[in-house]
């Protein structure tokens, strides 16, 4: 299949004028063609197991916490996230119904079946991609949001997606915050989570650093003072809290209650 698929594509680039035109040394744009879709068709490997080690490597990556954080790396389902994604990152595996040209360390084409198990979505959208995890520094930045034990992962990726378009510098993250790169956080921040630079701290840490650097620390309650009527400085940190328990303790004597809309 991925030869005919291949044929077809040079036969309809060969109808092109523009590509008729000779190139140089004696070669046409078209043998160049030709030889590019070879060297795609030879580096790219299939895959039809469903128990091959790869597969069963990469599901653990999509659903383990501990797997993702050994390997460093997240799988990324969608063809439309792993294309944008693939703009800026090198994918260490792309998994794909069809031969791709996508730049990536490893290129697999790859069966529905085999997909479906991949990414654990029924109807797959015919690509995945296995990408390192990103290495981030949050120091001397100005603007922080402070996610304290946010539970659900929807809530957190779309926290995540939102803090990025706001221009925010980065997120701190207290340890029993959800995994910003598990399945449904990874989708909701629609890739976010790869671009926002974030780090884990203890709270005492976190508090700690706050004071010490002089930040404005907001925190974000339904009985807070209205946005409108605060004095905002240089350095500021809005801290939001766990959906059922509420603000940790630990933040409470360094920060000023906000009502946000």
Known sequence: KGKTKITALIKKILATRELRRPFFDGFSSISLLISLFKVVFMLTKHIQSLQHKLVKEA?????????RRE??????VGEKMVKELSRHFLAEALFSLELQTLKAENSYTVSKEVLKKITGVPAPDKMAA???????????????LILDEIEDPGNLGTLFRTSLGLKW???????????????????ASKGSVFFQPYAYMEKDSLKNLLEKDSYEVFLADIDGKEPAKLVIKKKTALILSAESKG???????????????
Do not use: C, M, W, Y
């Open 169 to 187: 510098d980065g997120i701190f993250l207290t340890p029993k915050t959800t995994d910003p790169f598990s399945e449904k956080a990874l989708r």
């Open 247 to 261: 603000v940790s303790e630990e933040f409470l004597p360094i920060s000023q209650k906000i009502s946000l809309p």
């Open 59 to 67: 599901v653990q990556i999509r659903k383990n916490r501990r797997v």
């Open 71 to 76: 390997k460093n790396q997240a799988l990324v």
């Open 130 to 144: 296995l990408f390192p995890l990103p290495n981030h520094s949050l120091d001397k930045k100005d603007h922080l």
